[in-house]
């Protein structure tokens, strides 16, 4: 069995999932189906999320298993969250409502809090 394509091997656009066949029972299924996040990954770049899975997620195990030093663990990791649609290292930050914002600012003009305070409660930072 081959594995899945994600791009046309003519013009390199991505290819869409339209069927699935059960070969125990012979039924087909035709829809439009969505591959999932990992998708669109390369071959090389699913291997890797396996062996991140099978090392549960230790790169120093994944190391000594691939035979890579860790700079190229971490760049190869940092590829495949970019081809998944991440930014590597970005840290969600909570959203505000223009509300709450107003709130934390007038408690600093206030004098309720300090800057450092209303920084710390806008930037998301856990007390």
Known sequence: ???TLSTCPACG???AVTRY???ACDTTVEGRFHGGPFAG???EQLA???AFVRCEGKLNRMERELGL???TIRSRLHDIIRAMGYEPGA?????FSGAE???VLERLDAGEIGAEEALRILSGESE
């Open 48 to 50: 890797f999320v396996e």
């Open 13 to 15: 656009e991505a290819l």
């Open 101 to 103: 914002r107003r709130a």
């Open 41 to 43: 990954l390369e071959r």
């Open 69 to 71: 030093s860790y700079p």
């Open 91 to 95: 840290e969600e930050r909570p959203t």
């Open 21 to 23: 066949w059960c070969p």
């Open 1 to 3: 069995m081959n594995p």
